[in-house]
């Protein structure tokens, strides 16, 4: 099992930037898709970018391509989100999760996941 901690989020104004990392702990993130979620209030978890289990591939959510970049670094076990030109309608609490038999047909859908970090909320004012 792997546990993951987020951080990184916090207010910014539209236009502005923010740098979602997640760190893992009890295994390597080598062996694991990796996705980045999020959610609003009364809304369902959404997809917004991920790693293939081999990391040798990143996909995106329509609605972030272009702003967001998802990149992993293995030596620090950490996944991070960078978020560019941020708006209002990205405003969620932003979870990472984390799965060793996760396949890339199945990257977008949060119940494939078994391992969840607790989230960090991200607020973009307009």
């Known amino acids: 099992q792997v546990q993951l901690v987020e951080s990184g989020g916090g207010l910014v104004q539209a236009g502005g930037s923010l740098r979602l990392s997640c760190e893992a702990s009890?295994?390597?993130?080598?062996?694991?898709?990796v996705g980045w979620f999020r959610q609003s209030p009364g809304k369902e978890r959404e997809f917004v970018a991920g790693?293939?289990?081999?990391?040798?591939?990143?996909y995106y959510a329509d609605s972030v391509k272009g702003r967001f970049t998802i990149s992993r670094d293995l030596a620090k076990n950490t996944v991070s989100l960078q978020m560019n030109s941020l708006k209002p309608e990205d405003t969620a609490k932003y979870y990472c999760?984390?799965?060793?038999?996760?396949?890339?047909?199945?990257?977008?859908?949060?119940?494939?996941?078994?391992?969840w970090g607790q989230g960090t909320e991200v607020t973009v004012s307009s």
């Open positions: 009890g295994r390597t993130l080598r062996t694991h898709a």
């Open positions: 790693f293939s289990r081999t990391g040798g591939y990143t």
């Open positions: 999760a984390a799965g060793p038999g996760v396949i890339t047909s199945n990257l977008r859908n949060p119940a494939a996941y078994p391992n």
